[in-house]
């Protein structure tokens, strides 16, 4: 037990590591793009230093977090050892290894292609080699989730599975599936020509491949948020899970159908025609339903903790709640970013609606309410929770770290309106720099500013974030630190349906839906013809 | 207190049949509410043609600029034989060929855009004109502006480390005022603007 206590601290803190100079990363952005003065005025850095922050946020943070998260459940629910826990050190060494691998080059200036890799752009090949290290190093971690999924239930054959560990298994098989997309891009397309074997590519494949990850790798990320939301939140809260079984069937909801409503990316793209973009626009209505469910289920969880601690009347539950427990906080506060983000998302899906803010700011917003607002709060408030568990010392103190959620609320909410305002007069989204002197512009200066004033927020509390962690590392050990106990149900579950407590069904569904939704999209570009584009050589372009 | 739900007496504190009762009569509300967003959608896409751009077109990257419609003489504002507008640009790393295009208000136009590089997407001023612009393809997207005047439109995805300075201009004048101009006038008469 206490070597898997050192493999999910190892992870949380590589992760967390790499959290803190991404967000001065984005800070930096946020001033190059404002009118305010700027130290290192140099737009191609600032091409470098988004794929950093990018690639960063988008793939090493969250992959170690989750990886790091999904051990310390598969252990305290499941209460056993875990199973081959050598592979996931090793697992652990790829994905760092890797990560280091892909920002090397990028730091050099010499794979400025974003995150979102954009061929015939062609970066340096260690970046792509450096991204696959990372996802071959994740698929150890999905691999033993399903060894140890599968071994609990072997042994305790009729039993629900814990709601923690079914929950975090669906995340894990849905990492499975939808890196497929990205992977298959970057190991058919982009590494052959990186590497000299081939000198064009088919844009459209490629980002139609990317749009099968680019989706759901969201609900890759909101999966554990989600997990503390039913599973974690209602012991803090001093209450019990409204229902058990919903949360399960949201679960399965995200894995079968946040993969198949990727091309919602490309409704502005010319490779498809409309009535693909539109069947994926009515599947991603669909993926809005299990978010709904849960903010229903929450509700009332919290409902329930808070008349038992003896809140009355319409609203007095509200006040009796402990809003000095981060956990119960945090879930707040992420409810509250999910609104106007839910809200953009819809706007975002709605087919023709896309049309207005397409790659403007609008979406950089949307996606920081989600991710950064939504997803990165409740993680911080694992953090928090796991952090006693993992050290063995207490958190110093809870206080500071209610304090620091906050300062997160605010500095999302005030960076990411402005940019919401923004996309809607015309800014378009990733430009190092704009020309105020143009009155259209300048116009939108004061939003930028405001913009800001939001990210100095954010990089105050991602540094007190780390400083809370830290300092309580330090702090002699605890007598005595309770262990994770997850929720209990209402109406705790003496057996469930077997379909919501396996996922044989539920994969051939999903892996019908993908054969419907992309099998289209993806084989007609072996009947086109000419459209193959020559490679494009970022560092060719360099030497220029 | 925050002990008080966690013992065993704390089961059915509300009866499982409420808990699922009001968990599926939610469900049916949002299903509704999802269920009328989607028609809005489909009404909208329907009766006001507001569909994403549907023709998938190929073209060579590499020979469009010897042959075909993208040559340079053939690039800007055109009236096609049956009167039609057609507005075709070339977007490149990191301009827009022409730099900038008269067209007729309340017109109907067909813009036709293709790139012989990296992938770039264009939108027009603060309208809903948006579109992707992918090396190996065609866009072809129709537009009608109402209102005369200067639309800025920027490249507005990340095409290389010259991306934010990639812009063009397009100008829609009076339609009475377009008709006058002769092809020629089409490039000076913007140039002025």
Redesign the interface.
Known sequence: MERSRLLSLAHLWAAFLCFLPATGLGLWQLLMRSPLPVPVDD??AY?ASLTAHGSIMAYVFPTLFIMGFGYAIAVSALGRPLRGENWAWAGFVLCVVGSLMALAPIAGGRS?I?YTF?P??VGNVWYYLGVAVVIIGSYFWVALMLINFAAWKRENPGKPVPLAMFAITTCALLWGWTALGATSEVVFQILPVSLGWRHTI???LA?TLFSMTLHAIVYFWLIPAYVAFYTLMP?AA???L??DT?GRIAFVLFLVFSIPVGMHH??????????F??VH??LT??V??PT??TV??IT?TLE??GR???GKGLLGWIRAL?WNEPMVLSVALALLLLAPGGFGG?INM???????I???SWVTAHFHLIFGGVVVIMYMAIGYELWPRLTGRPLITKRAACVQLWLWFWGMLIMTVPWHIAG???Q???????DYT?P?VAKMAWLDILSVVGGVILVCSAALFFYVLARSSLASAAESISPIRYA?A???PARVHPLLNGFMFWNVLLLALVLITYGYPVG?FFF???????E?S?TR??KR | MAELLNNEGASGLIPEETVERTERRWLFAMATVLGLMLAVVVFTGVTQMMNPLSDVETINPATLHLQGEFVESNLGTAVETDGSITLRFLAEQYTFVPQCAVVPAGTLIRFRLTSPDVTHGFFVGTTNTNAMVVPGYVTNVMARFEHPGTYTMPCDEFCGFGHHAMAASVVVVPKEQFTKLRPEERITTCGAQ
């Open positions: 737009p191609n091409y400025s974003l954009y015939p752009m088919d844009a459209g980002r012991q001093g209450g019990r409204y229902s919903m490309l409704f502005m793209d010319p490779e498809h025609g409309s009535g973009k539109f626009s009515l209505f669909i809005a339903l709904l469910l229903f289920t009332a329930i903790a038992a601690r003896g402990p819809l709605s087919y023709a609606m896309n049309a207005m397409h790659n403007t809607l007069m015309g378009p989204r990733r430009y190092a720099i704009f143009d259209g209990l209402v109406n705790p007609q086109l013809h000419n459209q193959d584009a020559p494009h970022l372009e360099m």
